[in-house]
DNA sequence: CTAAGGTTTCCAGTAACTGGAAGGTCAACG
DNA sequence: CGTTGACCTTCCAGTTACTGGAAACCTTAG
C-alpha cells in the first residue's frame, strides 16, 4: 500500500511517516518501480504500534527500544517493563513539579486583584 | 558589569544571558570599547524576573509580554492577571493527561509479571 | 491529452537553548 | 615587557519531533 494509506490506517500524517522512515524507525518494506514507498500490513501494524507508545510520551528513541522489544518473540517482559517504570517515574516526576507550579501560580492569582490599578503581587513576585 | 558577572547574579549560565541579548528579549544597557556587553543594575533584574518568570514555564514570549507589563509603571493588574491565569489553565490541562497517562500505564505495569518470559501486557496493548 | 491529485527529495523553520571553534581582550605574574 | 590563563566576541551546528513548502515526477480519471 501507499504512504497515504498507511497513514491513515495508522492515524498519522503522511509527513510523520515520512519522518519514520527518513530517521530508519519504521521503513517501508519497499518501493514501487517509480520509486513510491510501498508499505505491508506488518509496517502499518508496527506505525500503529508507535503512534500509541508516541502517545504515552515515549521518545523516538524509546519507541525504538520498544519497537525491537515488540519485534522480539524471545524478548523477556522485564525489559518492557523496566522501560514504562522509567516513563512511570518521568510522569510521576513532572507530575509533582507541576502540583508546585499549580500551587504557587494559583495562589498568586488569588491575591491579585486584577483591576485597572498598576499593584500586582505577580510582578511583585517575580520581581524580588 | 560583565556577561560573567550579571549571570551569576541572575542564576542563569552565560550563553543563555547572550542568547536572550540576541532574541532582543533583554539586551545589555551598552557596550565596552572592546565590545563587552555591559550590563546594568536594572539588566540584572530583569534577567532575574525572566528567570523566575521561565521557571513557572511561562514561555519566551510569555516573559517579553510580563517584562514589558513589569516596565511598565502605568499597568494595570488584570493583564497580568490574565496571562497567569492562562499559564494556570495550561498547567491544569497539562495535569489532567498526566493523569490519565499515569493511570493507564500503571495498570500495565500492575499485569505486567516482569519477568524472562515474553509474554508482557505492555507490548499486547501497544499492539492492538 | 490534460488536469487533479498523489508521490519524491530537499531545505527551512519551530522552542529555547547548548556546545564548540576561532579569534580578540584583560589582568596578573615574573 | 612578555606571556599565560581566563575572560569576551561572533558564528555555526546540534538538540526533539516533527511541519510547511517548493520543484519535479507519477498516476489516474475524464
Known amino acids: 500500500m501507499n ?3 498507511v497513514a491513515k490506517i495508522a492515524q498519522l500524517p503522511t509527513k510523520t511517516v515520512r519522518y519514520y522512515s527518513e530517521i530508519g ?3 517501508a518494506s ?3 518501480e517509480a520509486g513510491y514507498r510501498d508499505y505491508s500490513e506488518q509496517d502499518a501494524r508496527k506505525l500503529c504500534f508507535v503512534r500509541r507508545a508516541r502517545e504515552f510520551g ?4 524509546e519507541c525504538r527500544s520498544l519497537l525491537s522489544l515488540y519485534e522480539d518473540r524471545e524478548r523477556s517482559s522485564s525489559e518492557v517493563k523496566a522501560l514504562a ?10 507530575q509533582r513539579e507541576l502540583q508546585s507550579l499549580h500551587t504557587a501560580i ?11 490599578r498598576p ?3 505577580i510582578i511583585d513576585y517575580l520581581e524580588q
Open 58 to 61: 515515549f521518545s523516538i528513541e
Open 30 to 32: 519497499g518501493r514501487t
Open 106 to 116: 494559583s495562589h498568586l492569582i488569588k491575591n491579585c486583584s486584577g483591576d485597572h
Open 25 to 27: 524507525l519504521v521503513a
Open 119 to 121: 499593584d500586582c503581587p
Open 3 to 5: 504512504i497515504s494509506k
Open 85 to 94: 517504570q522509567t516513563r512511570l517515574d518521568e510522569i510521576e516526576q513532572k
